[in-house]
């Protein structure tokens, strides 16, 4: 991978960090964290408590993946600029340029991701 194709990820991987840290902060309703935000959200007594339940469980799971990506985003972040960015961290061989276009968050070539989900059941 050249330096322009690199800076480039870069560009697109800032611009997705910047994106779902505003929507994380939506979704929390601001600078607070996961705990706090789902007791404002879900303390009202108005809903049925089936609702309040399935409600906070969905904001949770987003949050969580979210945060989840945010990390992954951030990983990505770290290896372009250890120069390792387009590397798998498991066989050390080319990722490929339309793996990473397709998921510019990919660790893993492909035969490694699917061992690594075989291995995890996923």
């Given at each position: 991978m050249?330096?322009?194709?690199r800076?480039a990820?870069?560009?697109?991987?800032?611009?997705?960090?910047?994106?779902?840290?505003?929507?994380?902060?939506q979704?929390?309703?601001?600078?607070?964290?996961r705990?706090?935000a789902s007791?404002?959200?879900?303390?009202?007594?108005?809903?049925?408590?089936a609702?309040?339940?399935?409600?906070r469980?969905l904001?949770?799971a987003l949050?969580e993946?979210?945060?989840?990506t945010?990390?992954q985003i951030d990983?990505?972040?770290a290896?372009i600029e250890?120069?390792v960015?387009?590397?798998c961290?498991d066989?050390?061989?080319?990722?490929?340029?339309?793996?990473?276009?397709?998921?510019?968050?990919a660790?893993?070539?492909?035969?490694?991701?699917?061992?690594?989900?075989a291995?995890?059941?996923?």
């Amino acid at each position: 991978m050249d330096k322009t194709q690199r800076h480039a990820f870069k560009l697109q991987l800032a611009g997705e960090r910047i994106a779902l840290l505003a929507q994380l902060a939506q979704l929390r309703g601001g600078e607070v964290g996961r705990a706090q935000a789902s007791a404002a959200h879900f303390s009202g007594a108005e809903d049925p408590p089936a609702q309040r339940a399935t409600e906070r469980d969905l904001e949770l799971a987003l949050d969580e993946h979210e945060t989840l990506t945010l990390s992954q985003i951030d990983a990505a972040l770290a290896r372009i600029e250890t120069g390792v960015y387009g590397e798998c961290l498991d066989c050390g061989q080319d990722i490929g340029l339309a793996r990473l276009t397709a998921n510019p968050r990919a660790m893993r070539c492909i035969a490694c991701q699917q061992r690594a989900e075989a291995e995890s059941g996923s």
